[in-house]
């Protein structure tokens, strides 16, 4: 799966220095995930949910795509 590709998102030209391209961000995501493979859907949906901002991967704000994720890996 191409997270960065589905979402449509792209990092801005100038990234500070220390900053992790958002391409490398959804791999630490996914692998988290893959290690709670054994945790109950809805368990990984809260987790996927709660680890998505802290992984970078949403807007300032934006839960939109957390929660649809979530709703994803509970079904």
């Known amino acids: 799966m191409d997270i960065p590709a589905f979402l449509d998102c792209r990092d801005p030209e100038k990234l500070a220095d220390k900053a992790e391209p958002f391409g490398i961000r959804p791999d ?3 692998d988290l995930m893959a290690q709670a493979a054994d945790l109950h859907p ?4 809260c987790m996927g949910f709660h680890l998505w901002s802290l992984a970078g991967l949403g807007q300032q704000g934006d839960r939109m795509e957390a929660a649809a994720t979530a709703v994803r890996i509970a079904q």
Do not use: F, H
């Open 42 to 45: 809805i368990t990984r949906a």
């Open 28 to 30: 630490g995501w996914l």
